[in-house]
């Protein structure tokens, strides 16, 4: 008797630990990643787009190791520049398929718009979904549309999407840092010449061209730590949220 209860004990304890190995926080999970235009008239003081500021079509990348999009302090390559001065994603979008420590990557578009284009207006938003592990981290890029090179991207080594054992959940826009990639002169949001020599904005520009404006060499700076103009807060133009579920 004393036989059959010890063996029936030694059971249920390796039982209880393969439940616990089956956690479902350590698996891999699936997210899914929402981004939405809450800017509004007059978010900042322009006549451009009435004020709201558009975003260019985010690029994301969930990866491991070190951001593959760009490093805060060093000069932003060709990819980052054409998100941060035009709002182009192409270049990101090729070098990331081809960085052997990306697991995903894509190009988020908008449903349509005003522009009936890619990019993000007032009060558009839009979802990506991917599959990711402990350890993945994920970054991604969009033009703050109203400036000359300024960015949103999730600050330092991009976001991990686990808090110790719990995957990430929720608003996670206060992660976001708008950053200046240092490439083209800069005047405030929504301001500067319609036409060079000059800080040349995007709306003011022909939609098809890129690199117009006269160009600045610094490294990749929070646009805050730069300039002394009026930068609306990011909870003011753009939302991104994060859910997840068990495979």
């Known amino acids: 008797m004393r036989y059959l209860l010890a063996v029936a004990l030694v059971g249920l304890v390796l039982s209880g630990c393969d439940s616990n190995s089956n956690d479902a926080n350590d698996l891999p999970r699936t997210f899914t990643v929402t ?4 800017s509004m008239d007059a978010t900042i003081t322009s006549s451009r787009a009435n004020g709201t500021v ?4 985010p ?18 390559n060709d990819a980052t520049e054409l998100i941060a001065e035009d709002g182009v994603p ?13 697991s995903v990557s894509g190009v988020l578009t908008s449903p349509g718009g ?8 007032s009060g558009e938003s839009a979802s990506f979904t991917f599959v990711a592990e402990p350890g993945d981290r994920l970054q991604f890029e969009t033009m703050f549309v109203q400036s000359n090179d300024w960015f949103y991207a999730f600050a330092d080594e991009g976001l991990d999407l686990w808090d110790g054992d719990n995957p990430v959940d929720g608003d996670i826009t206060s992660r976001l840092v708008l950053y200046d990639a240092g490439t083209e002169e800069d005047t405030a949001p929504g301001t500067g010449p319609t036409a060079p020599p000059g800080g040349v904005q995007k709306p003011v520009q022909d939609p098809a061209a890129t690199d117009v404006g006269d160009a600045e060499t610094v490294n990749i700076t929070p646009a805050a730590d730069r300039h002394s103009f009026t930068i609306p807060a990011a909870t003011d133009v753009i939302q991104v949220t994060i859910s997840s579920e068990a495979m």
């Open 90 to 102: 192409d270049l990101m979008a090729a070098r990331l398929t081809a960085d052997p420590n990306v």
């Open 35 to 38: 981004v939405s235009d809450v």
């Open 114 to 121: 005003p522009d009936s284009g890619p990019a993000f207006f």
């Open 59 to 76: 690029v994301y990348a969930v990866y491991m190791g070190s951001n593959p999009m760009f490093t805060v302090g060093a000069m932003a």
């Open 54 to 57: 558009p975003l260019s079509p």
